[in-house]
């Protein structure tokens, strides 16, 4: 814990505009949770059991954070450079691999089962990031950065272009939602799932798009801004019941490292600054009113006055 998160309130949690003051927690303060990493990704909450799983991509780990102990252990190594991971309606584990190029699906007996891997015959690039639908479709972002050297993956050719693909959660069937992204990123729905965020992480400077999802459930349309992170390089991020953005936010300077807060309409609000860039986050806790920061090197926590919908 640093210095500044003894104090209360803690100024690291900044208002930028007042209404952010209504989710922020007076007594709260940002905890680290654990240091070690080489490039923290993909948090996902397991309330059943009490613990947190995320990615340590380059050194081809998943890390689990128990609450109750505070312990951090190896979950899975080698995890195929797993970047981000949610739970399926089932509340199973679902990951995106880099160095296969799949999505796959933990099983309650620990077996693995590969959901997608190709689409018309051809490999992925990279999956990363991935939400679960209430119908319990999969959408996932696969841009080629698990393919652009040996950090995080191996070098290899691109097969497909960069898109967004959605598996169908009864069929299987794997299709594109949006090929129209430039290095499509985090995403994720608003609360009624009327709208589909994504980050186009290859725009200079980086946006924060979003879509309007079709009555069918299985489409988008409407590609427009919703934010312009001008300095900011917003990844990967998640919605509270509220429809607010938390984004996962940095890169390098005060200002910016941590996690940027915006109103559904894409109004920065508030931000909690971080020692490091913050990658991606997700809400966790016995009410889902526990924001958990998967940054650089490491993982931070933070109460926070509003709750993560939920499957997020």
């Given at each position: 814990?640093?210095?500044?998160?003894?104090?209360?309130?803690?100024?690291?949690?900044?208002?930028?505009?007042?209404?952010?003051?209504?989710?922020?927690?007076?007594?709260?303060?940002?905890?680290?949770?654990?240091?070690?990493?080489?490039?923290?990704?993909?948090?996902?909450?397991?309330?059943?059991?009490?613990?947190?799983?995320?990615?340590?991509?380059?050194?081809?780990?998943?890390?689990?954070?128990?609450?109750?102990?505070?312990?951090?252990?190896?979950?899975?190594?080698?995890?195929?450079?797993?970047?981000?991971?949610?739970?399926?309606?089932?509340?199973?584990?679902?990951?995106?691999?880099?160095?296969?190029?799949?999505?796959?699906?933990?099983?309650?007996?620990?077996?693995?089962?590969?959901?997608?891997?190709?689409?018309?015959?051809?490999?992925?690039?990279?999956?990363?990031?991935?939400?679960?639908?209430?119908?319990?479709?999969?959408?996932?972002?696969?841009?080629?950065?698990?393919?652009?050297?040996?950090?995080?993956?191996?070098?290899?050719?691109?097969?497909?272009?960069?898109?967004?693909?959605?598996?169908?959660?009864?069929?299987?069937?794997?299709?594109?939602?949006?090929?129209?992204?430039?290095?499509?990123?985090?995403?994720?729905?608003?609360?009624?799932?009327?709208?589909?965020?994504?980050?186009?992480?290859?725009?200079?400077?980086?946006?924060?798009?979003?879509?309007?999802?079709?009555?069918?459930?299985?489409?988008?349309?409407?590609?427009?801004?919703?934010?312009?992170?001008?300095?900011?390089?917003?990844?990967?991020?998640?919605?509270?019941?509220?429809?607010?953005?938390?984004?996962?936010?940095g890169m390098g300077t005060d200002e910016l490292d941590g996690v940027r807060v915006f109103t559904p309409q894409?109004?920065?609000?508030?931000?909690?600054?971080?020692?490091?860039?913050?990658?991606?986050?997700?809400?966790?806790?016995?009410?889902?009113?526990?924001?958990?920061?998967?940054?650089?090197?490491?993982?931070?926590?933070?109460?926070?006055?509003?709750?993560?919908?939920?499957?997020?």
């Amino acid at each position: 814990m640093t210095d500044s998160s003894r104090r209360y309130p803690d100024p690291a949690v900044r208002v930028l505009d007042p209404r952010f003051a209504a989710l922020r927690l007076a007594s709260a303060s940002v905890e680290c949770l654990y240091q070690g990493a080489r490039w923290s990704e993909g948090p996902v909450w397991f309330g059943d059991g009490r613990y947190l799983l995320w990615s340590d991509i380059p050194n081809n780990r998943i890390l689990r954070w128990d609450e109750e102990s505070g312990v951090v252990t190896p979950f899975r190594q080698p995890s195929n450079n797993a970047n981000g991971h949610t739970r399926d309606r089932e509340g199973r584990l679902v990951s995106c691999e880099h160095l296969t190029r799949r999505i796959t699906r933990t099983e309650y007996d620990g077996s693995i089962t590969v959901l997608a891997d190709r689409y018309h015959g051809k490999r992925f690039n990279s999956p990363n990031d991935l939400i679960v639908k209430s119908d319990g479709s999969i959408w996932f972002s696969d841009p080629t950065f698990g393919i652009d050297g040996f950090y995080e993956g191996e070098q290899l050719e691109s097969e497909l272009p960069a898109c967004v693909y959605r598996v169908d959660g009864q069929s299987g069937e794997v299709t594109v939602v949006a090929d129209d992204i430039t290095g499509p990123n985090g995403l994720a729905f608003s609360p009624d799932e009327s709208l589909l965020y994504v980050v186009a992480s290859r725009e200079s400077p980086r946006k924060i798009r979003v879509f309007d999802a079709r009555g069918d459930g299985r489409t988008l349309e409407n590609n427009r801004v919703l934010i312009d992170a001008g300095e900011g390089t917003p990844d990967g991020f998640r919605v509270d019941i509220h429809g607010n953005l938390w984004c996962g936010w940095g890169m390098g300077t005060d200002e910016l490292d941590g996690v940027r807060v915006f109103t559904p309409q894409g109004e920065p609000i508030g931000h909690i600054a971080l020692p490091e860039r913050c990658a991606n986050v997700c809400f966790g806790g016995r009410h889902r009113n526990r924001l958990f920061m998967a940054a650089s090197h490491g993982l931070y926590s933070l109460y926070v006055n509003t709750q993560g919908v939920k499957g997020g």
